[in-house]
């Protein structure tokens, strides 16, 4: 049967008295847990902040991946950006990029990005002073609350006020297509943006990073919002 890893340490433990043979497999899914801003989130703030590359690497330098793999994998993982197990489509440098732990300059690129004034609860405002609340979210499945847990108090801890919350699968579905989700978590392969790129993709995956975007794919250009050169081109590899 199929079970989390956080469960493997003590049935490891208990292998002899219980009569099994525990062992654990390579993941489906080479990143188990990702963390996905949705790029065309009906919010045009959110929106605008979301494409800015600086900002989704300050939120990969907040995650302290290395205390995750401990608490959640007992060590056994590997940290790593979202890659792909297809060999021609690995890149061993693209998956080690921005994956330390540096809060330090997470704080100074979101400084820089405008977001250095902060409310009365020490959280960090839009420049023109409005609360910047963002919501964290995806499905209550397997053990995903315990790395959302962790994700949401890096993120605090750099000065995002944070709202989570977790969902039955078909209402997170909701939330994914009809462009209210902030930023999202869930497991993922980096061809799942080849196969968005083509609208073959998995639904759920496809809605994640851009959810106007893949409308537009699949409507053949008649709906949603144009995607950008990068991912039409990635769909004609």
């Known amino acids: 049967a199929e079970m989390t890893m956080s469960i493997y340490p003590e049935l490891k433990r208990r292998e002899e008295v219980l009569g099994l043979e ?3 497999t390579r993941n489906r899914f080479p990143s188990a847990f990702c963390i996905i ?11 605008e902040l979301y494409r800015k590359f600086d900002f989704r690497k300050a939120l990969s330098l907040a995650i302290n991946r290395d205390e995750m793999n401990d608490l959640i994998f007992s060590g056994l993982g590997t940290p790593q950006q979202m890659v792909s ?28 990005l405008g977001l250095n004034k902060r409310n009365s609860e020490g959280f960090r405002t839009w420049p023109d002073g409005e609360d ?8 209550a499945i397997r ?49 799942t943006i080849l196969r968005f790129a083509t609208g073959m993709g998995s639904r759920y995956q496809g809605w994640l990073f851009g959810s106007a975007w893949r409308t537009w794919i699949n409507s053949g250009g008649e709906s949603g919002e144009e995607p950008p050169e990068w991912l039409k081109e990635s769909g004609e590899m």
């Open 132 to 139: 910047l609340t963002i919501t964290f979210e995806h499905a």
């Open 143 to 191: 053990d995903w609350d315990r790395f959302g847990e962790l994700i949401v108090r890096y993120l605090q801890d750099v000065g995002l006020d944070m709202n989570y919350k977790t969902y039955t699968y078909g209402a997170y579905k909701d939330s994914l297509s009809q462009g209210l989700a902030d930023i999202s978590g869930f497991h993922a392969d980096l061809s």
């Open 85 to 112: 197990l297809d060999p021609n489509l690995y890149d061993e440098e693209v998956a080690n990029q921005y994956i330390q732990y540096d809060p330090d300059e997470a704080n100074r690129l979101l400084d820089e």
């Open 37 to 47: 801003p949705n790029q065309t989130i009906n919010d045009p703030k959110k929106r």
């Open 22 to 24: 525990v062992w654990y």
